[in-house]
């Protein structure tokens, strides 16, 4: 019963589709930057509306594969561009925790669209490769350094044609826009008004779908880059080391000790005790040590007395030699063996 009302209070699907393609209108002309408060409100207002448009349309059932899309009435064929809508909006989503989440969300609602687009023929195109053949795909050929020379040029070229397609979709849109929205146009108009919105939103999906798939590389690559270093980073830690102290021998360690305190190796009354049994203790060597040091005090002033004397009778001796030189010839008196 309350599911029942809450359907019955619901505006109807065209009311919440016009809703969410104005608020889209907006987000795309803004002159804001896209995490401004202002776009992120519409964008928030315009992903709630456009999922109740997506469980309408799935209630109602108004698109069956056993159809084709001449008998789909012109009014409803506006509702394929739901899923479309529904990736535009996500891409303008801003949270950098879920900008992977949010790109691969927005991929599937756009691939959505082209396969919706496809299977009803509105244009020849060739679908997008789904995420998983398109990342082992990458993986086949990482070995390739540059893409080949005539890939590059057959993607520039659908790059022109889907340009030029574009230009003349958007010409023929204005040509129509203002007809279908004063409801003066017939149903011819208004079938090809809209197919033509589906086309134009057909090159929006393909073009987005490569833009996120080089996003989603980029967001996969800095994630695995960030895990790498966090892993090598952790691998590096190593338990600090143990300090050590070198010596150049076993026994320099023994005799000089090493550099940090080593524990007591006897107690202090073993220390005097042992001191005491060798006599070396200041209250057993003063009375020896002055005695020595008196005999010795002695003897070195008995020593400098005589070497004085020696040096007195040297003085008076040395003139009275030089006096005898002077008055005695070199080999005076040696004239024993002289003949």
Not at 9 to 25: A, G, I, R, V
């Amino acid at each position: 019963m309350a599911a029942a009302e809450n359907e019955l209070l619901l505006p109807p699907l065209s009311k919440l589709f016009e809703t969410c393609k104005q608020l889209l209108d907006e987000v795309e002309v803004a002159m804001e930057p896209t995490g401004s408060r202002i776009i992120q409100d519409n964008v928030f207002k315009g992903l709630d509306p456009l999922k109740k448009a997506a469980e309408m349309l799935s209630q109602l059932d108004l698109f069956s594969r056993k159809e084709d899309l001449e008998e789909t009435a012109s009014t409803n064929l506006k509702y394929l561009m739901v899923p479309a809508f529904q990736g535009a909006f996500a891409t303008k989503q801003v949270n950098p925790s879920k900008r992977l989440d949010h790109f691969q969300w927005a991929r599937e609602h756009f691939l959505n669209d082209l396969t919706q687009c496809q299977y009803y023929h509105v244009a020849e195109f060739e679908l997008p490769k789904t995420e998983t053949s398109s990342a082992e795909n990458n993986t086949a050929h990482s070995s390739m350094a540059h893409p080949s020379l005539v890939a590059m040029a057959s993607q520039r070229q659908a790059k022109l044609e889907r340009d030029k397609q574009k230009k003349a979709v958007e010409h023929r849109l204005s040509a129509l826009k203002s007809a279908v929205e004063s409801s003066q146009a017939d149903d011819e108009c208004v079938r090809e008004y809209y197919l033509l919105h589906l086309r134009r939103w057909i090159g929006i999906s393909l073009e987005e779908i490569e833009s996120i798939d080089q996003q989603i590389k980029i967001l996969r690559e800095k994630d695995s880059l960030k895990e790498a270093s966090t892993s090598h980073s952790s691998l590096q830690r190593k338990p600090p080391m143990k300090p050590f102290v070198l010596t150049r021998t076993v026994a320099q360690a023994k005799v000089f000790g090493a550099s940090y305190p080593s524990p007591a190796s006897m107690t202090v009354n073993d220390w005097y005790d042992q001191h005491r049994k060798f006599g070396t203790l200041p209250d057993q060597g003063i009375a020896k040590t002055t005695s020595e040091f008196k005999r010795a005090a002695q003897q070195q002033d008995d020593r400098e007395q005589k070497e004085e004397e020696d040096d007195e009778e040297a003085v008076h001796r040395a003139p009275k030699w030089d006096d005898w030189k002077d008055t005695h010839p070199r080999g005076y008196g040696n004239r024993q063996n002289m003949c």
